[in-house]
């Protein structure tokens, strides 16, 4: 299984960026999909996940700035984030779950670097 993560780079603080993840070689159904993030020194925390029927779930630390979304027909997920802040700085990850016939499996992206400048 490959997620393939793009979208990050360097914004000053107010800006945006999209990030975008495409999930690809499962064999098993695809469920949940998300962004975790790894500020320097700190542990990785959860962004924002969505799962195939639309639930979705943020962070109280992006609520109203960040949106996520995804494409169910090519397995891809997105990250909008707006109105970034200099503590939104981090490796930003995208997560997939998929459901085999017996437990879930997860898998990870490479992590894109977001760099907000004040």
């Known amino acids: 299984v490959q997620l393939q993560a793009s979208g990050g780079g360097l914004v000053q603080a107010g800006g945006s960026l999209r990030l975008s993840c495409a999930a690809s070689g499962s064999i098993f159904r695809l469920n949940a999909m998300g962004w975790y993030r790894q500020p320097p020194g700190k542990q990785r925390e959860l962004v924002a996940n969505?799962?195939?029927?639309?639930?979705?779930n943020y962070a109280d630390s992006v609520k109203g700035r960040f949106t996520i979304s995804r494409d169910n027909a090519n397995d891809t997920v997105y990250l909008q984030m707006n109105s970034l802040k200099p503590e939104d700085t981090a490796v930003y990850y995208c997560?997939?779950?998929?459901?085999?016939?017996?437990?879930?499996?997860?898998?990870w992206g490479q992590g894109t670097q977001v760099t907000v400048s004040s």
């Open positions: 997560n997939a779950d998929f459901f085999g016939p017996l437990r879930k499996y997860t898998y």
């Open positions: 969505i799962t195939t029927g639309g639930s979705i």
